[in-house]
């Protein structure tokens, strides 16, 4: 899903490195089953539910490109303007 593309840009980090790829898809695509992330805090709790909201396994709850779009253009707006500039 797009959410374990935005954690793999965030922690820079392979998700279920201990699985082999086999695995992940029988763990996921057959047992349905909900594979755990590491959720660090210090990013923004906007960021992390949308993630869990693209993880869902019912796919009428996840949110299409579009509605991503918007999120992250809100949150982008809140970081910046909660980021001092330092001269």
């Known amino acids: 899903s797009?959410?374990?593309c935005i954690w793999e840009m965030i922690y820079r980090?392979?998700?279920?490195?201990d699985l082999e790829p086999l695995q992940i898809l029988y763990k996921v695509g057959i047992k349905r089953e909900t594979l755990e992330f590491e959720i660090d805090k210090q990013f923004p709790i906007e960021l992390n539910q949308l993630m869990l909201k693209c993880w869902t396994h019912d796919e009428e709850e996840r949110p299409d490109f579009y509605?991503?779009?918007q999120e992250l253009k809100l949150l982008e707006k809140k970081i910046l303007k909660n980021f001092k500039f330092r001269v």
Do not use: L, T
């Open 2 to 4: 797009f959410g374990v």
């Open 13 to 17: 980090k392979r998700p279920f490195h």
């Open 67 to 69: 509605q991503i779009k």
